[in-house]
Nanobody
C-alpha cells in the first residue's frame, strides 16, 4: 500500500504561483497513476489533474487548464502540481491519491491528508 503526504501549500496573492508536492512511501509508487483533487469549504471534492505512472499522459480540469501543470519524478517517489496565475477561487485543500484503474474519482484511493492553498484577492 502507498502512503501519500502533500506539502507546499500556503497563502499567496492572486496571480502568484505555488508548487505542491505529493511524496509517497511504500512499494511500487512508480506503477501508480496519481491524481490531484481539491475541496473548498462547503463544496464537494473536485478533480484537478492526473498523471500516468510513466508521466507521459496528463489530464486537467477545464478550470485549471493552462495554469496548472502536473509532473512526477519516480526516482524521488514524488508528484508535483505547479500552480500559476492563481485565483481566489483556487482556494481549497489539495490532496493527492493513486489509482491503477480508469481515471474516475471513485477509483482513486490511498488519499493523503491534504495541504491548504489560500489565494487572496
Amino acid at each position: 500500500q502507498v502512503q501519500l503526504v502533500e506539502s507546499g501549500g500556503g497563502l499567496v496573492q492572486a496571480g502568484g504561483s505555488l508548487r505542491l508536492s505529493c511524496a509517497a512511501s511504500g512499494r511500487a509508487f512508480s506503477s501508480y497513476d496519481v491524481g490531484w483533487f481539491r475541496q473548498a469549504p462547503g463544496q464537494e471534492r473536485e478533480f484537478v489533474a492526473a498523471i500516468s505512472w510513466s508521466g507521459r499522459v496528463t489530464y486537467y480540469a477545464d478550470s485549471v487548464k493552462g495554469r496548472f501543470s502536473v509532473s512526477r519524478d519516480n526516482s524521488k517517489n514524488t508528484v508535483y502540481l505547479q500552480m500559476s496565475s492563481l485565483k481566489p477561487e483556487d482556494t481549497a485543500v489539495y490532496s493527492c491519491a493513486t489509482t491503477k484503474r480508469e481515471w474516475k474519482d471513485s477509483n482513486f484511493d490511498s488519499w493523503g491528508r491534504g495541504t491548504q492553498v489560500t489565494v487572496s484577492s
